[in-house]
């Protein structure tokens, strides 16, 4: 997993880096601590400026959205891939937040199910069973007792 992470950052750095900066880092891990401490923060300025001239020059094309990482699995993938790096809070928050996910998709296909249940007939007004529409408690039991079995 860490390798996975260590791929993603070394792909963030080849976003918003160059070469040039590439080589400063080289250059300065083999200073003493003060020196390097001030290359570090030319370093940094250097990687703000190249990172802003970036992201101007693509004018408006953010690639994905939040909900398009939603809708394909991204968001948990992420958060997932996030999680050997994060301390014991930021692990619990995390893995709230993935079963929270979870839960909100699993809840989204209960409600796909019962909308095409509706459909096909037998429960509700849009089969010979119907009731105003709506069903009761023992017919969404029922349901979900045959589609478990």
Do not use: W
């Amino acid at each position: 997993m860490v390798d996975i992470s260590i791929d993603s950052v070394t792909k963030f750095n080849q976003m918003y880096s160059d070469q040039n900066l590439t080589k400063l880092k080289i250059i300065a891990s083999h200073f003493t601590e003060y020196p390097m401490n001030l290359l570090a923060i030319y370093i940094k300025v250097l990687e703000c400026t190249y990172t802003l001239r970036t992201i101007a020059s693509k004018k408006g094309t953010y690639g994905q959205s939040f909900g398009s990482c939603q809708e394909n699995g991204l968001f948990r993938d992420i958060c997932k891939e996030i999680l050997p790096f994060c301390n014991e809070k930021e692990q619990n928050t995390l893995n709230n937040l993935l079963s929270f996910y979870e839960n909100m998709e699993n809840m989204q296909e209960m409600m796909q199910m019962m909308e095409m249940m509706q459909e096909m007939g037998g429960f509700g007004d849009g089969g010979n069973g119907g009731n105003s529409g709506t069903m009761d408690m023992s017919q969404i039991f029922n349901m979900m007792n045959a589609f478990s079995s």
